[in-house]
């Protein structure tokens, strides 16, 4: 399918792709993706809910724990519309300017959650290093300020994204690779030249991946060394204990993206299906894991799990 003169500067739609060889099955694959969802969906909004209306959560970690939920709402909800259309109902086309609304907020909401987990990671130095001025450095200005910043940053370097793909014309097939719009998928099927669109797409995963997971690194060098620094074993395990979810939440943010990155860059003769694996690890491992991570290994958040569901017991019996 080729695009004819008439349209080169704006398609009128792009085809989505589900996985490779299973379109035949893709009904039953809908299955566990809807099931993936509704985990997403309802805990980390459990999670937002219960922070937000328990006194005693009102702490740093647990406002930046919102925080992370909250963005993992947004980023299942930006690409669950496509996802189901197309293993649901089959529906594969996508119009072209909605195409890139998605693609906007998705990378937006990836860009604010590594900036959250930046913040998060600075929490647990803070929080280990020097645990008496912890809600004297964290204060809730400075927290609110995190957060606007990791929402302004998103924002502002992701709104070049669908504009500099506008001014391109289209003229190749109009096959994604993805069920979702991801910008270096939409951009390899322009014609005209990407020069600027690389160079800027490059600069972004430098600027706010790349700048965030390095920080990462170096508070949690900053956090070993205080650790061994502490003289009873016990309390060195104590310490690296609370850093446990938030180290398994960078690992799983982390790990399918560069991967996704680096097959999208140097991985022409990789197979489409390991495209699709990694693409669809990267948006629903972390939104899924994240609240059965977190109330498993939080006490905190688990006991109000158990409080919600028990006075709701009590109002049916």
Not at 44 to 52: A, E, G, P, Y
Request: glycine residues 4%.
């Amino acid at each position: 399918m080729r695009l004819t003169n008439s349209s080169w500067f704006q398609p009128p739609m792009f085809l989505l792709t589900g996985i490779p060889g299973l379109q035949a099955v893709q009904i039953w694959i809908s299955i566990p993706l809807c099931v993936m969802y509704l985990i997403a969906l309802l805990g980390n909004s459990t999670i937002v809910f219960i922070i937000k209306t328990t006194t005693s959560l009102h702490e740093p970690q647990y406002i930046f724990l919102s925080m992370l939920a909250a963005t993992d709402v947004g980023l299942s909800l930006s690409t669950m519309p496509t996802v189901l259309n197309v293993f649901l109902l089959n529906h594969r086309e996508i119009e072209f300017h909605s195409c890139l609304a998605q693609m906007f907020f998705i990378h937006t909401f990836s860009s604010m959650e590594s900036a959250i987990l930046l913040a998060m990671a600075f929490d647990r130095f803070v929080a280990i290093h020097n645990p008496l001025h912890y809600t004297v450095i964290l204060t809730p200005p400075r927290i609110i300020g995190m957060g606007l910043a990791a929402v302004l940053r998103g924002v502002f370097l992701m709104v070049p994204l669908p504009i500099l793909l506008k001014r391109l014309p289209f003229c190749k097939d109009v096959i994604l690779s993805h069920c979702y719009c991801y910008h270096p998928d939409v951009m390899k099927l322009a014609c005209g030249s990407v020069r600027v669109n690389i160079i800027y797409g490059l600069s972004l995963v430098l600027c706010s991946f790349g700048i965030d997971s390095v920080f990462i690194l170096i508070s949690y060098i900053l956090i070993l060394r205080t650790v061994l620094g502490i003289v009873s074993e016990n309390d060195q395990l104590k310490a690296l204990n609370t850093c446990v979810s938030h180290i398994f939440t960078v690992i799983i943010f982390y790990v399918p993206l560069i991967v996704l990155a680096l097959i999208h860059r140097f991985g022409t003769f990789t197979s489409p299906l390991l495209h699709v694996t990694m693409a669809n690890l990267f948006l629903f491992l972390t939104p899924v894991l994240n609240p059965l991570v977190y109330s498993l290994k939080t006490k905190e958040i688990r006991s109000s799990v158990n409080k919600i569901f028990k006075g709701r017991g009590n109002l049916l019996t």
